[in-house]
């Protein structure tokens, strides 16, 4: 009896391994850890279903309306009806043949990297002035804002004001000093008007360049520039050889922000010379709405608009790209 009390008794031992498989096969439910990160994880979409829909509605649904327009052959009485008869490529034919819309898109590209290339110069050399200590420096820091805190608008009919022929302000000082010897024409001017609006433009885009560029020589380790100030390198050599190479990333990145924020300029130019004297300033953004809304032509207008979306579609790559350090340091720190 003993033994097969001990046999007995020893029975039931294989059986302990299957206890706790028990409550897997119950009806409790899933387990608390499981339950609570799908709960974490429903509250994260909920937060940025809001977003979600925003981007949707606000850039989804018109570039696709825009690129359904640049197809048709549109009408006022199309658009009101949202149906319009298929054209096929003719739109985009008609504005890479016609003549306006040529030089509409050079003007662009001249007036983009034109102003890219002096909003650099300035606003690094501004950057490199406030990076050292001088009286006054923190109310520069502050004045060199102001440009950027106007309405775009707003700074073309100021600049309006001071390049008119009669009783402008540029003229009046240009005369003053010895440079004109009569009043400048500047804004009727089919020579002059594009590079009235670019030095409008200028002036507008320093800010960006300087504060982003000022924050980047900050990040600059002392040592290294102490360093090679006591290895007898001269501050143009420390500029070339060490803080350019250290902030080029932020230089990299500036300049294509620049190049999207410069490329799609429209306020500024109808406030200043509303793409005129005869198409002279006209731009990509500034011919599209006149094709849009002066002459009714929207699908040309449309399929002009899908060339500024590729410039896009070309810089986003390019600026993820760029950022890939900064990328990888944030996921590695969520992680």
């Given at each position: ?313 070309i810089c986003s790559p390019i600026y993820l790209w760029l950022s890939r350090d ?10």
């Open positions: 009896m003993n033994g097969k009390n001990q046999a007995g008794a020893a029975a039931p031992t294989p059986a302990s391994p299957r206890q706790p498989v028990r409550p897997r096969t119950s009806d409790a439910g899933p387990p608390p850890r499981v339950s609570a990160w799908r709960r974490r994880r429903l509250a994260g979409w909920l937060f940025l279903a809001p977003a979600i829909a925003y981007l949707l509605f606000a850039f989804l649904l018109p570039i696709i309306y825009n690129l359904m327009l640049s197809f048709e052959r549109t009408s006022p009485a199309t658009i009101a009806k949202f149906a319009a008869p298929f054209a096929g490529l003719a739109n985009y034919r008609y504005i890479f043949h016609d003549p306006t819309t040529q030089m509409a898109i050079i003007h662009t590209f001249e007036f983009t990297f034109g102003s890219l290339f002096f909003q650099f110069i300035i606003g690094f050399a501004l950057a490199l002035l406030f990076g050292t200590e001088f009286p006054g420096s923190t109310l520069g820091r502050s004045l060199v804002i102001v440009p950027w805190l106007l309405p775009l608008f707003v700074t073309g009919v100021m600049f309006k004001f001071l390049f008119q022929a009669e009783g402008g302000a540029v003229n009046q000082i240009l005369m003053a000093i010895g440079l004109a010897h009569g009043p400048i024409d500047w804004l009727n001017s089919p020579h002059l008007a594009l590079w009235t609006v670019l030095i409008a433009n200028i002036w507008l885009g320093v800010p960006f360049f300087t504060v982003l560029l000022y924050s980047a020589i900050q990040d600059v380790p002392t040592e290294v520039t102490e360093a090679a100030r006591i290895d007898g390198a001269g501050p143009w050599q420390r500029l070339v050889l060490i803080i350019v190479p250290i902030i080029l990333p932020v230089i990299e990145i500036v300049l294509l922000l620049g190049f999207v924020f410069t490329v799609k300029v429209f306020d500024l130019v109808i406030g200043l010379t509303g793409g005129g004297p005869a198409n002279s300033s006209q731009l990509i953004t500034t011919w599209s709405y006149n094709l849009s809304f002066q002459q009714f032509n929207f699908g040309q207008g449309a399929a002009l608009n899908n060339v500024l979306l590729v410039l896009a579609l900064s990328l990888r340091g944030s996921s590695g720190a969520g992680r």
